[in-house]
């Protein structure tokens, strides 16, 4: 399996220059003069060409991405035309926001869809099962009917406007909490290791409305994946095999579930990297200051060096997904791993 992945290394280091230069370019068509847009409009003609020429946009496209990559590799990302900060401290900044707000997803989905999935096919015939298989039937149409950005509205309007039960979009922390000191980034987390509850709670409540949102609309395509599987493979030979020989119900949905276990993290890793775009609607909607709502800001002002530091972090997440995917694939199925 080691080997496996190293030799899939030089194949992601190549298709994550070709998607940095790719994107490099593009990012360079955006209207607009960075150096005009830095100086302001009423700046010399003269100072406008000395910036443009520091900044190498006088230089070919190639010039430029090789300049930009040569410092890529010592973490510069390159500083903002807007406000002059280094890109890289602005993601340390912004990026625990985003990769509290996936992970908190990714175990709400977990948490809620496996039960469900489970529950609703292995006990069926059993009220909670009737029940969860009538609700399974009308959330796969809500799911499919409202975009991520609606239902966040929608919640907003009913949770925090109507009903006062949870906070409105005013960021990750309310305005009197005091932001614990930080270990990890993750709000959560730092309140928990600093013993303060009250901030650790206004933390979690502030990140409810957004997890339930990306939960609720990227969690279906999991969720119609596993129950579909859990379906075919209850209703299978063997698992009909293994009830007539008198194996407890217990090792039949074991054995149902890990079979339906590979399809499913497939599609939950096609899902995890749809997340990130999610995040960037939800991210602007809640005001969590994000790296999604970093990226939305810098497209709007066309700050070249953010929005390629994005891009190339979209595009890094996205092959460790899909290389953790693959792993994982590997070492629940005796079969990939003998093909490899």
């Known amino acids: 399996m080691f080997r496996s992945i190293l030799r899939r290394l030089p194949v992601l280091l190549l298709q994550l220059v070709a998607i940095s230069f790719l994107t490099f370019s593009i990012v360079r068509m955006l209207p607009g003069d960075p150096a005009r847009m830095q100086l302001g409009p009423l700046a010399p003609e003269e100072t ?36 002059g900060t280094q890109v890289s401290d602005d993601i340390a900044a912004k990026l625990p926001a985003t990769v509290e707000l996936l992970l908190c997803t990714l175990l709400s989905i977990a948490l809620v869809f496996i039960p469900w999935s489970v529950v609703s096919v292995a006990y069926d015939y059993r009220l909670p099962g009737r029940v969860l298989n009538a609700a399974s039937r009308v959330y796969g149409f809500l799911a499919g009917a409202l975009p991520d950005f609606f239902l966040a509205l929608i919640l907003i309007f009913i949770f925090f406007y109507l009903l006062g039960w949870l906070p409105g979009p005013e960021g990750r922390l309310g305005i009197l909490d005091i932001e614990p000191p930080k270990v990890t980034g993750l709000l959560i987390v730092d309140s928990l290791i600093a013993g303060d509850m009250e901030v650790a709670g206004s933390a979690f409540s502030h990140l409810l409305l957004p997890v339930v949102t990306l939960t609720f609309v990227y969690g279906a395509p999991i969720f119609k994946m596993l129950l579909s599987s859990m379906d075919r493979n209850w209703h299978s030979d063997q698992v009909q095999f293994a009830r007539l020989l008198g ?47 970093y990226a939305v800001q810098s497209v709007i002002s066309a700050d070249y060096a953010p929005i390629q ?32």
């Open 247 to 293: 194996i407890g119900r217990a090792s039949q949905v074991f054995f149902a579930f890990k079979v339906s276990a590979g399809p499913t993290i497939v599609m939950a890793g096609v899902v995890a990297s749809y997340l990130l775009g999610g995040a960037v609607l939800i991210e602007s909607i809640f005001n969590l200051n994000g790296l999604g709502q």
């Open 48 to 83: 406008v060409e000395k910036l443009r020429s520091e900044l190498m946009l006088d230089r070919s496209i190639f010039e430029q991405y090789f300049a930009y990559l040569k410092k890529a590799f010592t973490g510069d990302l390159g500083a903002s035309y807007v406000n």
């Open 309 to 340: 530091a994005f891009v190339l972090i979209a595009v890094v997440y996205v092959m460790l997904v899909y290389l953790i995917v693959d792993t994982v694939i590997a070492l629940i199925d005796p079969r990939v791993r003998a093909s490899r």
